[in-house]
């Protein structure tokens, strides 16, 4: 019984071994299953596409409070260029691709928050490269922190204690201030318009009035003009006819507004024209048209010379108007300002250097900048740093300078010219 048992359990075996080799029977090979995402090369083992990592630039920026209108088209800058990258897969440095995540932090334009801006990107957002903040008093408070730390930062607040070897991590965005160059430039323009005038009187605001009312006062006296009037008036300010009327007292043939934020600029323009005068406005740093006129309206603008740009102007380099449309058809309701231009660059700039350097290392992005033959665009055009005979050290955006007026009710851009700082 039990041999019969074993003989048929062996037969069993066999057919059970049989069905299990079945299947391959009459075929060659195996076939492969490809791996999602991954198409298999005969031989090849297939590798995966590498995943995306995140490079962090934080903001410190004006987003609301009197210095907005200037804060948001930085920022919508700054996110133009992170958005044009990213929706190309990113950009490479070495074997790794990265995307951008832009991490904005609003200053109010005060230096506390300012200060806690800065705190909080460098020690709980762990950034590397930042934007920001508007204003030499601002910069004060942060620059060293961001120094210290190593934090590659592009921003509007050109103060001569924070530009040079010793903040080497320090780009200026904006060449205005003590350098001169803005300010001397645009008033030369004033004056090849209207040549009649002789005296200016100079209005600012209180925390920047060693900045850029020491460069309107040089200015002045580098083209003869007599300066009548100096007056200052603190961030929050909307009666301004005691300052105007200080300034008025003096008859000059034209007055500055020169650092004002965009709401002060449009109330003084308003109520310097409701007290009578009539003489020439201007400002190097001037108020997106939607806030001009909703404040100071169309009749009081008029003949109002700034800084606005046209970029539909035929002026502008054909590379620089593409680029114009393409965030208009972005961001429709954002009008494209010379912040928003700082801050494109701005980003556009560290990733050329980041890939020049193989690293997103800030010292190796650093070596880029100091190399003599390193340019980025600006733009459409190709830029070198300047600033390396005023500053020492080439860490100043060369920028283009859009020279405008008002007139019967619209925007027209006479000018275009570069502010380079040697």
């Known amino acids: 019984m039990i041999k019969k048992l074993i003989s048929i359990g062996a037969v069993v075996l066999v057919v059970a071994l049989l069905l299990t080799l079945a299947p391959a029977c009459g075929k060659e090979k195996e076939e492969v299953t490809p791996t999602p995402g991954v198409t298999p090369t005969p031989g090849v083992t297939p590798t995966p596409t590498p995943k995306a990592e995140t490079l962090k630039i934080g903001l410190i920026l004006p987003l609301s409070g009197p210095m907005a209108g200037y804060g948001v088209p930085y920022e919508a800058g700054v996110k133009w260029a992170a958005d044009r990258i990213n929706d190309a897969g990113g950009f490479k440095v070495g074997a790794d691709i990265y995307k951008i995540k832009v991490v904005s932090c609003d200053d109010m334009f005060t230096p506390s928050k300012c200060g806690e801006c800065a705190a909080r990107l460098v020690y709980d957002e762990g950034v590397k490269y930042n934007v920001g903040p508007i204003g030499g008093p601002l910069a004060m408070v942060v620059m060293d922190l961001l120094n210290d730390n190593k934090i590659i930062t592009s921003d509007v607040a050109s103060w001569v204690p924070l530009l040079g070897p010793d903040y080497p991590y320090h780009i200026l965005g904006f060449p205005l201030g003590f350098d001169g160059e803005w300010v001397r430039g645009f008033v030369g323009k004033v004056l090849e318009y209207h040549p009649e005038i002789k005296t200016i009187g100079i209005i600012g605001m209180e925390p920047w009035k060693d900045l850029w009312m020491v460069g309107e006062r040089e200015a002045a006296e580098a083209y003869g003009l007599t300066v009548v009037a100096e007056a200052t008036y603190v961030p929050g300010t909307t009666d301004f006819y005691p300052t105007l009327i200080k300034v008025l007292a003096k008859r000059p043939d034209v007055i500055t507004m020169t650092n004002c934020g965009p709401g002060d600029l449009a109330l003084m323009i308003q109520q310097a024209r409701e007290l009578g005068y009539r003489g020439i406005l201007y400002a190097p740093g001037a108020v997106p048209l939607d806030i001009l006129f909703a404040t100071a309206g169309k009749e009081a603008a008029e003949g109002f010379l700034n800084n606005l740009p046209d970029y539909t102007n035929p002026v502008w380099p054909e590379a620089t108007r593409a680029l114009h449309q393409d965030y208009m058809n972005r961001y429709p309701n954002l009008e494209m300002y010379t912040t928003t231009m700082s801050g494109y660059v ?65 925007l027209e851009q006479l000018e275009l010219f570069w502010v380079e700082v040697p």
């Open 346 to 410: 701005s980003v556009n700039l560290y990733v050329k250097a980041m890939q020049l350097a193989g690293t997103t290392d800030t010292d190796a992005v650093v070596a880029v900048f100091d190399d003599p033959d390193f340019t980025f665009d600006f733009m459409g055009a190709e830029v070198k740093f300047g600033g390396r005979e005023f500053y020492g050290a080439a860490r100043v955006f060369p920028f283009p300078q859009a020279f405008s007026v008002i007139k019967n009710g619209e």
